[in-house]
């Protein structure tokens, strides 16, 4: 009896934290993204945070479906997707292209960073209405990744505006509908 | 009049972002530190993590003694606490000497970012009652950067102790008085 207790608590435990593990796996591919930047190890950096954004998305889906959304996920969601949706894409695209322009390179790199984390903390405190209030960080982070497919495509000179861009739509005040 | 009372409503806008705005240059020393380590110019890096400390102490400081502490500020604080001395120290270590211990370095390192975001995220959700539960990571994150100094000295598999420890001390629940 006892013994079935201490199993149903475990239980209930484990499944209370399910959220918060995904999270941390969302966390770590950003984290070992980054460290593939710091490889030059570009194509499999840019597979990791993908994978990241799939993490980041189950993650609510998972603590709305059982019911365990809680305040300290949603602290442990901003943090991790600062990480790998902020300065996980700002690195790569860095590393990229963005390092040939030598320090107005490094500032767009460190304003998408700046951007992403102001309009995390802005949603943080701001009542859920149904509407996303500028561009989520997700979105800008995997937009950003992206991008650098298109680096044999396109002119260098391109990745500063669509950096910048993409920084200042996060800090914008348009609304998109949740979906 | 009506300039006057524009210039009023400017400077009590300007001073009520100011805690926010030295939480920014927080977060644009910690991703600097970042690109500098992309670089391998470590030694730049450290200097940028130590300056980002500073900044972190003097945020606090204006905010109370302006009275313009807010939950923005607080949410903007953590993000900035998590690149400047979760994400940038355990890359500084990784790139100084971890990366000599292949997948383990890379393990330890991102296990060192993980546990500053649990850290934070439990801070965010606790009300204050004087006391700090585990190490707080702006300390954490600035004895990592510090250990770099050692790199000559100490023998290499002591930073992977050291990285663990301070990682598991952000987590543990002694209490530090706050000072």
């Known amino acids: 009896m006892f013994l079935l207790h201490h199993l149903d608590q475990t239980i209930k435990k484990i499944k ?3 959220a918060n593990f995904i999270t941390l796996v969302n966390l770590g591919l950003g984290a070992m993204a980054i460290l593939f930047v710091l490889q030059n190890e570009l194509r499999t ?3 990791l945070i993908t994978i990241a954004a799939v993490f980041d998305r189950l ?3 998972v603590a709305r479906k059982m019911n365990i959304t809680s305040e300290l996920g949603k ?3 901003s943090l991790s997707d600062i990480i790998s949706f902020g300065v996980a894409p700002a690195l790569l695209l860095y590393q990229g292209i963005l390092f040939t322009f030598g320090m107005p390179g490094a500032f767009f790199s ?11 903390a802005r ?6 209405n149904g509407f996303f209030v500028g561009l989520p960080i997700t979105a800008a982070g995997c937009l950003l990744t992206l991008t650098f497919l298109l680096i044999d495509f396109i002119p260098a000179y391109h990745f500063m505006f669509i950096t ?3 920084a200042f739509l996060m800090i914008s005040s348009f609304k998109v509908k949740k979906v």
Chains 1, 2 share one sequence.
């Open 16 to 18: 209370s934290q399910a």
């Open 45 to 47: 950096s840019l597979l």
């Open 59 to 61: 993650d609510g889906m």
């Open 75 to 77: 602290q442990l969601d």
């Open 110 to 120: 460190i304003i998408f960073i700046a951007c992403g984390a102001i309009r995390l």
């Open 123 to 128: 949603f943080n405190v701001t009542e859920s």
């Open 164 to 166: 910048l861009i993409l």
